[in-house]
């Protein structure tokens, strides 16, 4: 393949690349004002020993057939010919399609995958299953932000509109006199936007807002959530408890008449609900500073202060992703609305509240006037849903039901589930219990390009080229470049794109012409782009053709200009422009979750205990955040993010107070534990962090020394063996797993080294293995 230097995207950002014997040399986009270290993750990646370089198949599942089996994850391997590979799996989708229907298949598959559009990888198992298959049983909702995305439209609107059309980075250097930021800013995680980020601004609106008096408050556990340019203040609080510091906030506001009335009374329903509540006329609890004080670990007079500096100012209230993505995650988001509406705030320029800003590169930015066109998924047959985090639950217990978002379901009995572009033991909790859960399925198949804990845990898996193999076209609607993905590098070892593997099997099933349209990849990219051209004619808006576009490798797109933000709209006439929620204003008071009837969240925000809490067992917090060093867990294997790694394991911070404790010194392997199991890291000791609180950030792949371990021990550091695999609450059943409660010591243990990295050996065989007959299932 060619040794010139071609264009590529990665959701870390643009970048031109040229091969250099195996390794990769990187150069990033010339219009990126500041890039992300991630790309040298890609130096090793091409060839790199993780590479699944030719289908294999679990020898069990190969011998008996499919069947739930106890041995996934720790059984042998044996290599197949793509023949051979595509043969069993058509057959296998038939014999389930047959007997089950659609109902039997889990096409949820979710993951990042990679930037380009039409190898997206959930868009081409969606598309097979529907085209092919007649549909699956799918999933909905995000690990990102399971609990905001089913509540803001309860209460403001439709989360996108306000993360992605919340108040921009150009409205807050020009505007704010204070962010207030409920889980940091942290640069680490602007670095990334799915589809691509060819531009990394935030640093720059950062330095450019601190100079003209921006003043950044960060409320984290964590120092390091406020990046040094924000030149702003750390309010250490205990995790899980801003709800309760927002309340006492409201508290102050409201004893010394600092609250908004007017805006209340115009724009809001439900803040007499939210009064009492405060002043505890239901049940005697009076929500005030000092109840806080208790709660979150910052002091009363603190928090009288915070509530003070915010009344009269330009204001923007920020919540992260993260709050959410823990038991009863809806409460302070919500009540981050309720306090930037008791300020007045909301609709003004650089004021009010935004969900998110800074958490993905794609917030706060310009929208392109058209968004680049889909892969077309075909139409579901069956309407049978789970959210998305609910999939260990759904497999353990088919048939059960339960409560989502006003609605009772019934969780289906799934036999055979298909993955592309993602790792289930990468972003799940509780990884013993997934690995129980994955042990029912007659059949796991796996499309990947690296040999990940969930590979290791499937029946069949397929080998798929990475992006820079193949052509696709990167694109993001708030990213203004349209990326030319050309390919650097031939495929590695048998590898094929995942469009490529289905629509083999499409063959196989008799269903090619529906899967395909006819168009091989470069058709559909030709096909795609050709839709982007009509959508920007109708603006009259003349792009080059796609032979001029190949040829540049970059396209600049026109953007919107702060057009058509709903809360600004709304401000100025609440009457024309009324939100989408049923009263058509904010609701502080929401009839339609307290119709739910839910314990677990009733009709206004309120402080709920969270499920887990620190005891004598398990007294430290975990945080279990996004990773400075990669996105998610893709290239662990990278030469950046083994930078971050000591003698090639995680890190995990702990406070100095809690080390000299606890006899732990800076670079001791230690071990944290809980009654979901054992992970070693490597221990970072900095003032950095609250005591009482560790922190160790997802992504180090699992590493099990015995993966059907009942309480498995990690040796690389994946904190996912420890987190609670429950759902959010009644209302939203996001995913938790921000946040948990272990125990740590110095690890005492026996030393094996890493195995993460080194892929399974396939083994030989003789004979013919069985044919296709399921074991374990009387039917
Ligand atoms: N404890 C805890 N857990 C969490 C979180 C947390 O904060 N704490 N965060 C959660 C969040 S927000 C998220 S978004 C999830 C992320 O979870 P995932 O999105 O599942 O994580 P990734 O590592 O990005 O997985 C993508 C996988 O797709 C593969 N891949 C990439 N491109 C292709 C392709 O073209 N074809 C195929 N077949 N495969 C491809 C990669 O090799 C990789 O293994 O994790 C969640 N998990
Ligand atoms: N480098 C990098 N960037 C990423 C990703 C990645 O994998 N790598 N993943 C991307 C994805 S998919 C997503 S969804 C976003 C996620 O965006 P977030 O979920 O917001 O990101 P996190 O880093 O998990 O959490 C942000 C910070 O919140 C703080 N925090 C944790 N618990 C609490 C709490 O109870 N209260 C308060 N006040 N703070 C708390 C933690 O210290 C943490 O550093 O990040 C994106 N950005
Ligand atoms: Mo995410």
Redesign the pocket.
Known sequence: MTQKAVMHSAHWGAFTARLQGDRLATQPFQGDPDPSPLLQNFTTALRHPARVTQPMARRGWLEQGPGPDERRGKDEWVALSWDEAYARVADELQRVGDRYGPAGIFGGS?????AGRF?H?QSQVHRFLNTVMGGYVRSVN???SGAASVLLPHIVGDMNEIARRGVSWEEIAQHSDIVLAFGGLALKNAQVASGGLSEHTERSFMQQAAQRGTRFISVSPLKTDLPDEAQGEWLALRPGTDAALMLGILSVLLSEKRTDEAFLARYTVGWPQMVAYLRGEEDGTVRDAVWAAAICGVSAAAITRLARQLHGRRVLITVA??LQ?AGHGEQPVWLGLVLAAALGQPGLPGGGYTYALGALGHYGKHHNLVSFPALPQGRNGIDRLIPVARIADMLLHPGTQFDYNGRRLTYPHVRLALW?????F????DLARLRQAFCQLDTLIV????W?A?ARHADIVLP????LEREDIGAAPTDRHLVAMQPVAEPCGEAQ??YTIFTMLARRLGREQAFTEGRDARGWLQHLYGQLQEKLAAHAVTLPDFATFWQAGVLTLPQLKDGGRLINAFRADPIAAPLPTPSGKIEIYSATIAGFAYPSCPGHPVWLTPPQQPDADHPFWLI???PATR????LDFGEYSLSGKRQGREQCSLHPDDARRLNIRDGDIIELYNMRGHVLASARVTPHIMPGVVQLP??AWYDPVDPAARRPLCRHGN??VL?LDKGTSALTQG?S??LTVVQVRKYQGELTPVQAFTPPQAVAITGSPAPAATHGDPS
């Open positions: 979710y993951g990042w995958s990679s190898h990888a995000s690990y990102s992703h993260a993505r592309a572009g993602g790792n289930p990468h972003h799940h909790q499309h990947e390009s690296v990940t969930t798929a080229t990475l992006s794109d995942d279990a955040n996004q996105l998610h867990s893709q997802t992504g904190p996912n987190t995913c797993g921000q």
